[in-house]
């Protein structure tokens, strides 16, 4: 099983991205997806995430600008991230829960991260 991230990169501050992480695999059925990050010097922190029913939790920095959303045709979770700041700098890492095929074991599997920097 993997992910591949993508939609990081360069934006001014008051910009808008769009961040995709897609799973691929021996995958049964994918539980809860999320996005976290990490800015440099600092832990990594959880931005968003989804359950697989839709349900959907914020980091209070970001409710009201960033929207988390999934398909799950594609097995695709996105992270919609507008009126972007500065210090929303950071590598933005997706997550997946998933139930494994065929073991049918709860795993869960971190992407690459993808760097989004905020110029003032």
């Known amino acids: 099983v993997q992910l591949v991230e993508s939609g990081g990169g360069l934006v001014q501050a008051g910009g808008s991205l769009r961040l995709s992480c897609a799973a691929s695999g021996s995958i049964l059925s994918i539980n809860a997806m999320g996005w976290y990050r990490q800015a440099p010097g600092k832990q990594r922190e959880l931005v968003a995430r989804i359950s697989s029913r839709g349900s959907t939790n914020y980091a209070d920095s970001v409710k009201g600008r960033f929207t988390i959303s999934r398909d799950n045709a594609k097995s695709t979770v996105y992270l919609q991230l507008n009126s972007l700041k500065p210090e929303d700098t950071a590598v933005y890492y997706c997550?997946?829960?998933?139930?494994?095929?065929?073991?049918?074991?709860?795993?869960?599997?971190w992407g690459q991260g993808t760097l989004v920097t905020v110029s003032s």
């Open positions: 997550n997946v829960e998933f139930s494994s095929w065929p073991t049918y074991r709860t795993l869960e599997i």
